[in-house]
Antibody, heavy 124, light 106 residues
Framework: EVQLVESGGGLVQPGRSLRLSCTAS????????MHWVRQAPGKGLEWVSG????????RYADSVKGRFTISRDNAKNSLYLQMNSLRAEDMALYYC?????????????????WGQGTLVTVSS | EIVLTQSPATLSLSPGERATLSCRAS??????LAWLQQKTGQAPRLLIY???NRATGIPARFSGSGSGTDFTLTISSLEPEDFAVYFC????????FGQGTKLELK
């Protein structure tokens, strides 16, 4: 059974940093691209970033480009999101999601499994 | 950015009834449209991908149709566990999501 478990969320002041983690199990982690998707309180879903199986292709939403960095450690079956210069509008539940494809290509893959999410609260 | 508009915002039905949810894209997404189910406090779950393909383990009462800009999710006979929020999502150009349809118990 595919399992994705996020961690690292919490309360952070505007302008500060936070690092999210996602630990995967139940599938061969380095056979698939991975993504972060967020959901602000009471709002819809927003794709944040994606990374290919070997970190060779990485993409970001314009809203986080230059502030967030996605990475992965295949030896640890883990996905990360380093979030710098956090803003109030970054406050959301952050989900880790598995792609059906190896790479983050021109046509992205199906997001076929999702974690439960970790909550990031940005407030002074 | 491709905008997905879902209707209705809320659908009130009873178990056993048929549910029809709609999703309209601001431009063609081909067949690259998925449907997700989200229950309160739970992770989103993939139901349908590429407009009409059921994901692994999804019951046959869930079906999807459409192409281009207009898509439909149909639940043929509602079970108590089907009351949830449903999102459509496109992958034709990056990923965007609809705002959701809440399927509530009448």
């Amino acid at each position: 059974e595919v399992q994705l478990v996020e961690s690292g969320g919490g309360l952070v002041q505007p302008g500060r940093s936070l690092r999210l983690s996602c630990t995967a199990s139940g599938f061969t982690f380095d056979d698939y691209a991975m993504h972060w998707v967020r959901q602000a309180p009471g709002k819809g879903l927003e794709w944040v970033s994606g990374i290919s199986w070997n970190s060779g292709s990485i993409r970001y939403a314009d809203s986080v480009k230059g502030r967030f960095t996605i990475s992965r450690d295949n030896a640890k079956n883990s996905l990360y999101l380093q979030m710098n210069s956090l803003r109030a509008e970054d406050m959301a539940l952050y989900y880790c999601a598995k792609d059906s494809n190896l790479v983050v290509g021109t046509v992205p893959g199906v997001l076929d499994h999702w974690g439960q999410g970790t909550l990031v609260t940005v407030s002074s | 950015e491709i905008v997905l508009t879902q209707s209705p915002a809320t659908l009130s039905l009873s178990p056993g009834e048929r549910a029809t949810l709609s999703c309209r894209a601001s431009q063609s997404v081909g067949s690259y449209l998925a449907w997700l189910q989200q229950k309160t406090g739970q992770a989103p779950r993939l139901l349908i991908y590429d407009a009409s393909n059921r994901a692994t383990g999804i019951p046959a009462r869930f079906s999807g149709s459409g192409s281009g800009t207009d898509f439909t999710l149909t639940i043929s006979s509602l079970e108590p566990e089907d009351f949830a929020v449903y999102f459509c999502q496109q992958r034709y150009n990056s990923y965007t999501f609809g705002q959701g349809t809440k399927l509530e118990l009448k």
